[in-house]
């Protein structure tokens, strides 16, 4: 390979740089409808399952717009353009901001390589330096968004025939496939320019058609009205007057359909909470196969709203399931609830008569030495008694609270006296403590026992 020869291809490879373009501050990128009208996307969109999320300007100055992220089905959308026009904005945006510097930075790599490889007298080694030079510059383009391809092409097509002579200067008769491959000429989509007032309005239009949820539709037609507004004299009356009777008449068709579809989630929860509150299951199902037909009769325009209303409705209905059979059990037990109010009902009216005397204690008001020794024999053994009942599993714990308040209650009976009779203050307020416990359980006995005698509720 002659020095002559690598200098051709280095002043080739110079020749072609041209000068940097100025840089821009943002990549506007296109989303293209199946029809091709095409959207704005400030910036890279993204593709989350079945949607596509982008930033969509709305007016506002060029240099900093107001961005409306939005939401629409991946299906609205022709990928294979979209990602065309994604990859000439890509490229367009490198070869604005980096690619030259880039570029003449890989030039200069490259020239410093092929001048140590002409002044080599390793033929050998300057081959394989060549050749690695040779694929630094052929796989370039593929990860510098396609920048300088056709520059790069023409001078890797040089740089083979240059390897090829340093190959023959070498004796070397072995092929290298890769030298076969050339960089890829990269298919762009024609850039378009910044979207004006009018068509900024009709995508916006477009895409409130498209979005499917309700509040974006109307977030995104209020939009419309700004920019009207915004648009000014830029806008012919007619065409101002024409987009803004377009928006008002949908966001007014939105709103009455939400009214629609709110009074009928209203009035089928109302009923299906009202069944279910009295356990009529087959009255809350009958509630819930109406939701399709409810949903028919207004259009079907509000996916969001049945999804809700059906997994509330459905809430009754396992709430309805819930209370029958909280009923039926209760149906089982209520004999037992009702014998065991029978049997301890002499014991919880002494405790009830004595509550006088145990906030007296509980207050350090008395009662009189000769009302504590009365207590203490109405008191006495009661509670062994109450211990040695039988009850039902589920009255357990009602009853242990029970046998509770009666020791209490003979506790501060019992304390009450002592303080009494040694006259210490710090005795009477133990005293008070075990009286206000037995009150406070006496009254959840009672609450407990009440209960167990109504028929459940849905809390």
């Known amino acids: 390979m002659t020095t002559r020869l690598f200098s051709f291809v280095v002043l080739v490879w110079l020749a072609a740089a041209p000068s940097a373009r100025a840089a821009t501050d943002a990549t506007l990128f296109r989303l293209f409808f199946q029809d091709g009208a095409s959207v704005v996307s400030y910036g890279e969109f993204a593709r989350l399952d079945d949607q596509v999320v982008f930033s969509m300007p709305v007016g506002g100055p060029a ?11 991946s299906s ?54 060549a050749e690695r030079a040779r694929k630094t510059l052929a796989d370039w383009p593929a990860t510098h968004y396609g920048y300088r391809a056709r520059d790069v092409r023409e001078v890797v097509a040089l740089l083979d025939e240059a390897i090829s002579d340093l190959r023959a200067s070498a004796g070397r008769n072995d092929f290298n496939l890769a030298l076969v491959a050339t960089p890829e000429e990269t298919g762009y989509e024609p850039l378009l320019g910044a979207p004006g007032v009018a068509e900024q309005i009709n995508a916006t239009l ?17 939009e419309v009205l700004a920019l009207v507004v915004e648009g000014g004299s830029s806008l012919p009356s007619d065409e101002a007057s024409r987009f803004r009777r377009i928006a008002e008449d949908q966001i007014h068709g939105e709103v009455e359909i939400d009214e629609r579809y709110s009074a009928m989630s209203h009035r089928l929860l109302a009923s299906a909470t009202n069944a279910a ?12 196969n109406q939701v399709p037909k409810e949903d028919e009769r207004l259009g079907g325009r509000r996916p969001e709203v049945v999804q809700a209303l059906s997994t509330a409705l459905q ?13 039926d059990q209760w ?34 008001a008395g009662p009189s030495p000769t009302t504590l020794v009365r207590l203490r024999g109405r008191l006495s053994g009661g509670a062994d008694r109450l211990q040695r009942m039988t009850v039902p599993d589920e009255l357990r714990m009602t009853h242990a609270l029970l046998v509770s308040a009666w020791r209490f209650a003979e506790s501060a009976v019992d304390i009450r006296y002592s303080a009494v009779s040694s006259g210490d203050v710090a005795i009477a307020w133990q005293a008070s403590s075990s009286a206000a416990g037995a009150m406070l359980m006496v009254t959840r006995v009672q609450h407990d026992i009440r209960a167990l005698l109504e028929p459940p509720r849905l809390q």
């Open 63 to 73: 240099d900093q717009p107001r961005l409306h992220v939005v939401s629409l089905p």
């Open 277 to 288: 509150g009295r356990a009529r299951i087959s009255d809350v199902e009958r509630v819930l």
């Open 206 to 222: 477009r895409v409130a058609r498209l979005a499917p949820r309700v509040a974006d539709r109307i977030s995104l037609l209020q």
């Open 315 to 327: 809430l009754q209905l396992e709430n309805a399931r819930r209370l029958r059979l909280m009923l």
């Open 76 to 129: 609205q959308i022709d990928w294979e353009r979209t990602e065309r026009y994604a990859a000439s904005a890509r490229f367009q945006h490198y070869a604005d901001t980096r690619g030259e510097e880039d570029f003449q930075q890989l030039s200069g790599d490259i020239a410093r390589v092929l001048n140590d490889v002409a002044l080599a007298t390793d033929k050998n080694a300057a081959l394989d330096q």
């Open 331 to 364: 149906q089982i037990r209520r004999g037992s609830y009702r014998e065991y109010q029978r049997e301890v009902g002499s014991q919880l009216m002494q405790l009830v008569k004595i509550q006088p005397s145990l906030d007296a204690i509980r207050r350090l």
